[in-house]
């Protein structure tokens, strides 16, 4: 009689770039029911230089219990990808790890990197990033717990903002597209959303402030994103990280703003940096339930051995794309985009 082979499928998980609420959850999701189907997963960490350094571990069921409910990922993760003229080394190490596939979870910058060294290697892409600007998927998870934490910000800043009579300036995320600003803003009714991809006048908005302040409005909050703008001038940059796919970090537009609104207008104003604390909550049910079925999708996938996509969400659904499609220009805030129409229904200056 013939012998069935035992051998258990040994696949490789990696979370590149910025961390994203939600990663811990793919990372439980993928391990359950990967090894449900008999593959061992191979945890690389820190991104890749898990793969460069041989730095892996062996993750099992026991290990991931729980981990869905905390925000990071349990597998570290870098910014840096660092593959550029060491393709020949990636595909060696690859082969030493005796992976027989690999699952990735990352941003624009992650898959460009992986593009450049995995030539032929059998991959799947798992879209990431609060931003919610990757192409070729409709909504990124992380992005509604990002949303959730400037919301609340943006509620609670409004007691102190009306105590004081002041007007608050609260910066999110969101370096070329306004997804957080504009979610995270349209939930809180904030009374002013700047946005990337909508460049403002100062004359436009400094009019809008004192038609507020003329209606008795005792404080305002103003929700912008980091890399807004006023029109005709460009977005502040703090400084550079060497080695990141997209090396600029923004940062100093709220302070600015606020400045010159209390300059311009006499009115006293303030400004909150929520930075990091929106990549570092636990996720949202909404970015639970996403990341519970995109792990899913992913196990099938290798239980199909349908390799070199990526698993998306279209139309309400989980479903499979080419892996090029995430490796397209931004999704950015579209000017006819129904929630950039709601905030111009309540009068909210966008
Ligand atoms: O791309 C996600 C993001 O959170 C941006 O919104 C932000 O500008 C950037 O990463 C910050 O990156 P770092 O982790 O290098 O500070």
Redo the contacts with the bound molecule.
Sequence with gaps: MASVSTKRKRIGLMTG??D?PGLNGIIESVVRSLDEQGCDVIGIRDGFDGIYNIDTVHLTPQIVLGAHARAGTLLGTS?KTRTRGREKEFQEKFRTLKLDGMIAAG?DGTFEGLSRVSDGLPLIGVPK???NDLAGTEVTFGYDTACAVVAEAADALRATAEAHKRVIVVEA???TAGW?ALGGGLAAYADVILIPERPFSRERLLKHLADQRDLGRRGLIIVAA?GAAFEGESASIAFR?EG?P?AE??GGFAEMLSRWIEKELDWESRHVVLG?L??SRAPTTTDRFLTLGMGMEVAQMVAENDWNKAVVFRKGQVTRAPLSDLMQPPRLVAGDHRWVKWAQGLKIFI
Excluded: K, L, P
Aim: glycine share 20%; net charge positive; charged share 25%.
């Design positions: 770039g910025g994203a910014n941003g990033t609060i931003d995320m969101g370096r957080i980091e990280v990141s997209q970090r923004f990091h929106q990549r």
